[in-house]
């Protein structure tokens, strides 16, 4: 009996190459996906199937899943669109292009991509697929606007999705992973530095003492209550090998209590809350 297949992308550090480690170990075979080419020849190194697919090229997502395809011979049993990338600035300094940047990267190209699975998994007659989103796709963190408004977004169209699919074989599960260690802090320095004029922000002494602090100077520094990577596997885990999988899965304790919060807490009770943040 052939093992199952998944395909998991951003797997070039992180929760993605966690995954990719975690699931093998398992038994799956993984297809472990990264935008940058140098990515793909380490993880081929590390003995993976590894395609390039960059959510900002739709060339490649087609190109990439066609890769997969054709070594599973046409089936795909499971999806983890992971792969994401922040934009740090207060939102009245974001120019509109980065938006259009970042959602090209965090909502748009897994989208692309999900659309182009779901004809395989309806012909198998099975399939999962699960979104890698955050606790910011339900509340709200100043400075992470940007990276917010796409988790938000592809919460909605998730729920929508998995509403929809309920007469078909396909799973469609989210998982909203809090603090976790990666390097998304550190790969976001790019974009802030590309999009952000802090320095003629009315908020530039905010900037000077509080997120260029945070970028510049803390990268190294763990978040309150970070989880490894491995935590997100975890839940994978279940997500993908349960008989029935949840809807969505929380992973970190910030998690769980920001989704009681937003439960019980009125709108401006939660804004203090999130504004101490």
């Avoid at 066609?66 to 049993?77: F, R, S, W």
């Avoid at 182009?116 to 509340?139: E, N, T």
Wanted: glycine share 8%; net charge positive.
């Amino acid at each position: 009996m052939s093992a199952k297949s998944i395909l998991i992308t951003g797997c070039s550090s992180g929760i993605g190459h966690d995954a990719a480690h975690g699931l093998r170990a398992r038994g799956w075979r993984v297809f472990a996906a990264c935008r940058r080419a140098e990515d793909c020849e380490r993880l081929r190194a590390e003995g993976f199937d590894s395609p390039l697919i960059d959510y900002q090229d739709r060339a490649t997502i087609a190109a990439g899943l066609a890769e997969v395809l054709d070594a599973t011979g046409g089936t795909l049993d499971a999806l983890f669109n992971n792969g994401a990338f922040g934009c740090p600035g207060a939102v009245e300094d974001l120019p509109t292009d980065a938006l259009r940047d970042i959602f090209e990267a965090n909502f748009f190209g897994w989208h692309d991509l999900t659309r182009q699975v779901i004809p395989v998994m309806r012909a198998q007659g099975s399939g999962r697929i699960v979104q890698c989103s955050s606790v910011l796709g339900f509340v709200t963190l100043r400075w992470r606007g940007a990276y917010n408004a796409t988790k938000f977004a592809l919460e909605g169209l998730t729920d929508t999705l998995r509403i929809e699919m309920r007469d078909t074989p396909i799973d469609v599960i989210l998982i909203e992973p809090g603090p976790v260690t990666s390097k998304i802090r550190v790969n976001s320095i790019p974009h802030f530095e590309r999009w952000i004029d802090w320095e003629n922000s009315p908020r530039a002494e905010q900037y000077r003492t509080t997120l260029r602090k945070r970028l510049y100077q803390d990268t190294g520094k763990p978040d309150t209550f970070e989880l490894p990577a491995s935590a997100v596997t975890k839940k994978l885990v279940h997500a993908l090998e349960s008989s029935r999988p949840r809807p969505r899965y929380y992973v970190t304790t910030p998690t769980y209590v920001m989704g009681t919060l937003r439960r019980l807490l009125p709108t401006r009770a939660l804004d203090w809350v999130l504004s101490k943040g």
